[in-house]
């Protein structure tokens, strides 16, 4: 049976996503996973290797992607770099 794909609150909804747990295995909150998107991170993969964790069973990953990609265009609307002449 397949698993029923779970909402991940946005952090502008409230506090509530940034107490949730959404690694059980490695104990991440949803605030972590904002926290390596915003350093950078821009797949799950990297954000585990930025809270300096690995990925044991997976199934947070559908819930980590969500939160990486909730918080990418509120990065994205900061202005590009201009490169120097």
Do not use: H, W
Not at 29 to 54: H, N, Y
């Amino acid at each position: 049976m397949r698993r029923k794909r779970r909402v991940v609150p946005e952090a502008d909804s409230g506090s509530a996503c940034f107490s949730m747990y959404v690694c059980i295995c490695n104990a991440l909150k949803c605030s972590q996973f904002r926290e390596a998107a915003a350093s950078g991170a821009q797949d799950v993969t990297s954000a585990f290797k930025a809270c300096g964790a690995k990925p044991r069973c997976g199934r947070c990953f559908e819930d980590a992607a969500s939160v990486i990609e909730q918080a990418m265009p509120k990065l994205a609307t900061l202005p590009a770099a201009v490169p120097a002449e």
